[in-house]
DNA sequence: CCTCCCTGATTGACACGTCAACGATATGAC
DNA sequence: GTCATATCGTTGACGTGTCAATCAGGGAGG
């Protein structure tokens, strides 16, 4: 084998490149419906649902990031445009006067109780509902092992 | 049942979380890499590639969208990027002057054909090795599932 | 107290994507 | 030939994401 990395045959090719276009659909299929539903981004779901499950709707900022897996710049920009909607407050943090405190709004938390049902229920009809248990149960092994995969590379 | 379309378990939602943020970090790290290793971004690599492929390495703007499955306006904006860093060129097209045609430079050319097999060689480690022969058999499966499914609504 | 360094958060520049509007040309009905 | 309509491609506005730089405030060691 010469020390050889082979390359992908075509069928895992294939593989790859359905996988990839699919799910790619699949995320823009959710994200324009969460959009037309409720007028919300899948980000702005992400940090409303963060809050809302936080103590007092309010979270640090570096703690928030790290909750959803944001990097500090992304939340930043996504914070300021949330900020405009009035969706969320900036306040300063009592205990660290570098810190932001992050805090829901009554309209935050409005668009996100309205958003909830909807949401899932296109998680339900676009995802859940198009695999069999086994596919489902398939799924959820795949991303484990691409998952552990990645965090080794 | 009372017509009731029930919302995901709790064990579904997961599933659906670990699978999207799962695909998602996959993107990205192919995507890093590709830009690492080529300077290219995985948009300019599918460009290039339906470029390559294409007789005299040029294509209509319209059919190269639809080849590749992007919207034109996309397209549009991606070409223009492309053609400052010169890769690709827009020429009228002679028998529909409202037409424009995409040719693929030389440096595009060289900068895909350097791209290609570190490019299949990060597809293979990043997703192929990450799972077993079974595992990448369903994942072709749940795609055909999750595309059909798609297709109906 | 005063450096030096680390951390928290923001900013600016830029790539990328979508949507709606637009200008220009083709095309078919008449 | 003329006009309505459809198509081709571009553009502008804006949301979104990354990277590098920046600024301000902690905190440990002298």
């Known amino acids: 084998m010469a020390g050889t990395r082979k390359l992908p045959t075509r069928d895992e090719l294939r593989v790859w490149r359905d996988f990839v276009e699919t799910t790619e659909a699949l995320r823009g299929s959710l994200a324009g419906r969460l959009q037309g539903d409720t007028g919300l981004s899948t980000g702005d779901y992400t940090v409303l649902l963060a809050l809302s499950e936080a103590d007092g709707g309010r979270l640090r900022s570096s703690d928030l990031a790290v909750r959803i897996g944001w990097e500090r710049s992304r939340l930043s920009h996504h914070l300021g445009r949330m900020e405009r909607r009035g969706l969320i407050r900036r306040e300063e943090c009592a205990t660290d006067s570098r810190g932001a405190e992050v805090v829901l709004t009554p309209e935050g938390n409005d668009a996100f109780r309205a958003a909830t049902v909807p949401h899932l229920?296109?998680?339900?009809?676009?995802?859940?509902?198009?695999?069999?248990?086994?596919?489902?149960?398939?799924?959820?092994?795949?991303?484990?092992?691409?998952r552990e995969h990645l965090g080794r590379a």
Not at 128 to 145: R, Y
């Open 121 to 146: 229920r296109a998680v339900r009809e676009l995802f859940v509902d198009a695999l069999t248990p086994a596919q489902l149960a398939a799924a959820g092994e795949i991303a484990a092992a691409l």
